[in-house]
């Protein structure tokens, strides 16, 4: 599973590209969008084309340590910085903001996250060992997975938010209940996975809660592009 740290980066890079502010040219079905709702798995979603301009890096995350996301998937990176705010910058969607977290078992299943300031992207896989019986050789089943519904805590209540591929929209309530973490200690999320009916608790480093602060300050949603920008 030695590409996990850069799909992960990949997903987190088109995480907060701009995609749920983007126009579509196009029929993607008769599902209405807006920016609160899942954009990622329209329903009776056909061909489309959709025209996005590259995003740049917003004010005030120039102190960030870049990161150039351009090794493909036959040589993946795998020396991204975990719980530390980055500045990626990828050569297809452009400049982003976001951290990096992973919760696993030595040798075992793993969870990888990925939270951008317009994006957040869940998945990793599963490890299960079996064996025959004495003297049977032992197996491990390796089984990827995606999430697609997210709990977070938020003070007294928490928000449920629905996604798809392991991918889900921030909005301005889940910046700010993210941003809001208490400092200083770990933090907890909840998640289930395409095809259960199951939540799994995972644990965030306190590393990562404190890069939240980083990535979800003074947020704002992107703006739509303009008809200029599609060639209208």
Do not use: H
């Not at 920016?35 to 301009?53: D, G, I």
């Not at 120039?62 to 975990?82: C, G, H, I, T, Y």
């Not at 030595?106 to 064996?131: D, M």
Request: contains cysteine.
């Amino acid at each position: 599973m030695k590409n996990t740290f850069a799909y992960f980066a990949l997903g987190l890079a088109l995480s907060v590209s701009g995609i749920p502010a983007s126009a579509q040219i196009g029929n993607a079905g008769n599902s209405p969008s807006t920016p609160a709702q899942n954009v990622f798995c329209e329903k009776n979603l056909r061909s489309t084309v959709t025209r996005v301009s590259k995003t740049v890096l917003p004010s005030g995350y120039s102190d960030l340590k870049d990161v150039q996301l351009n090794s493909d998937f036959r040589f993946p990176k795998n020396d991204l910085p975990f719980s530390q705010a980055l500045s990626l910058n990828d050569p297809v969607t452009g400049q982003s903001v976001g951290v990096l977290d992973q919760n696993f078992i030595p040798g075992g299943s793993k969870v990888s996250s990925a939270w951008g300031r317009y994006g957040i992207s869940i998945g990793g896989y599963w490890v299960y060992i079996s064996s025959g019986g004495f003297g049977s050789a032992v197996i491990s089943n390796i089984i990827p997975f995606e999430a697609d519904i997210l709990w977070i805590p938020d003070g007294e209540s928490f928000l449920i938010i629905k996604g798809c591929n392991g991918r889900f929209t921030v909005t301005n309530e889940v910046a700010a209940a993210l941003r809001n973490f208490p400092a200083g200690k770990n933090g907890y999320i909840r998640f289930s996975t395409e095809g259960t009916g199951s939540a799994v608790l995972s644990e965030i480093g306190k590393e990562t809660v404190q890069a939240w602060k980083k990535v979800y300050a003074n947020w704002a949603p992107e703006a739509p592009p303009k008809v200029e920008s599609l060639g209208f």
